[in-house]
C-alpha cells in the first residue's frame, strides 16, 4: 500500500496488518509505504524492488467542491500524479493497472440508470480529472501494451462488516456518516434542497458497499490475468435512493432521530443518479453482495459506533 497520508490513516493499515496476522485464510500482508504520486522515481524503485505486477490506483483528491474552487491542485494531483504512476510502471515494466473513477465522468445524467454507453460531460474539475485519465489509458495500452480497467464508482457507502475499517474524513462530506454524527447529536445534517422532481423531492443516488466495491476490483483484475480486453466499467448497487431515506434508516438503526434543516440545492447536483450494472455482471462476474440499505448503514454504524473519532479511538 502506497499513500501520502494526506487524508489516509496509518492506523487503517495497522488494524488491516493484526486482522491478517491472526487470520486463518492465509491471507498475505500489507505493508503500508508513505510516499506522493508524484514521486515517479520512488515509485519505480519500489515496483522493481517488489516485484508488482500489477497496480490499483484509490490515491485521488475526491471532493467535487473542492474542486469548483481549487482546480489547479485538482488536475495536479490526479492528473499529473496519476501520469506519474503510469510513467513508473512504464519504466518498471508493470503492465496491469486498475483505475478508481467515477460517475462524475458523466456529468448531468440525460438517462438513468446509467450505462456505460452514457455521454460523458463532466460539469466539475473532479470528474473532468477522472476522465482526462480514462480517456489516456487506451493510449498507454497502445504504446506500452499496459492493460487496465476503469471502475467509476458511485456512492462507495458501508464499512467492512467485522468492523476493522470503516470512513474517516475531515471534513466528511459523505451522506451516511453526516446523518449518523447528527443522529448523535452532531452538526445537523444539512439537506441540498427538497424541490427535485423525484418522489420525495430529494436526490436519489446509488450506494454501493464498500466490500463489493473491493471485490470488484479483485474481478478486475483477475478478468485481465485471464485475458479479458482493457475496459471501463459502472460500478453501482444498481438501486436508487433518497437522502430522506438515508435518514429514515439511520434513524431506524441508530435509533436517534437525525438533526436536519433544509439549505439551498448545490450547483450541479443531479436530481437522479444511479448505474446501470448489468454490464459489469456480465463482464467481470461480479455481483454486489449487498444490495439493501439498511445493512449498508448497518455496517456504517457498527464501526463508528465503535469509533466515535475516528481511527484515533
Ligand atoms: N468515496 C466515493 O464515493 C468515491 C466515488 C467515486 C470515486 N471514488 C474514487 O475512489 C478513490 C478513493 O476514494 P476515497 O473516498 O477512499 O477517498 P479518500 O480521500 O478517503 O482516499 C484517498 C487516499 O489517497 C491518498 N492520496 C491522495 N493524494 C495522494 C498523493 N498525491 N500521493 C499519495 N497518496 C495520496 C490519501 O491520503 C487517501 O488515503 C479516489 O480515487 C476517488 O476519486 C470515490
Redo the contacts with the bound molecule.
Sequence with gaps: MY??????HRHAVERVQRALATSTTGAGTVELVVG???ETSALVDLFVERGVTAVMH?????SVGDSVSDPASYYH?NVV?TLSVLAAMQRAGVKRFIF?S?CAIFGEPVETPIGEDHPQRPVNPYGES?LTVERALPHFERAYNMQWMALR?F??AGADPEGWLGED?SPEQ?LIPRAIAAARGGDPLVLFGDDYETPDGTCLRDYIHVGDLATAHLCALQALEAGHASAAYNLGNGRPHSVREVIAVVEEVVGQPVAARLGPRRAGDPAVLYAANRSIQEGLGWRPRVVDLRTIVEDAWRWHEAHPHGYDT
Excluded: R
Design positions: 499513500d501520502d497520508l494526506s487524508a489516509g506522493g504520486l508524484h484509490f490515491a485521488a483528491s475526491a494531483n500524479g478508481s467515477t477522472k464508482y456512492n462507495a474524513h459523505h
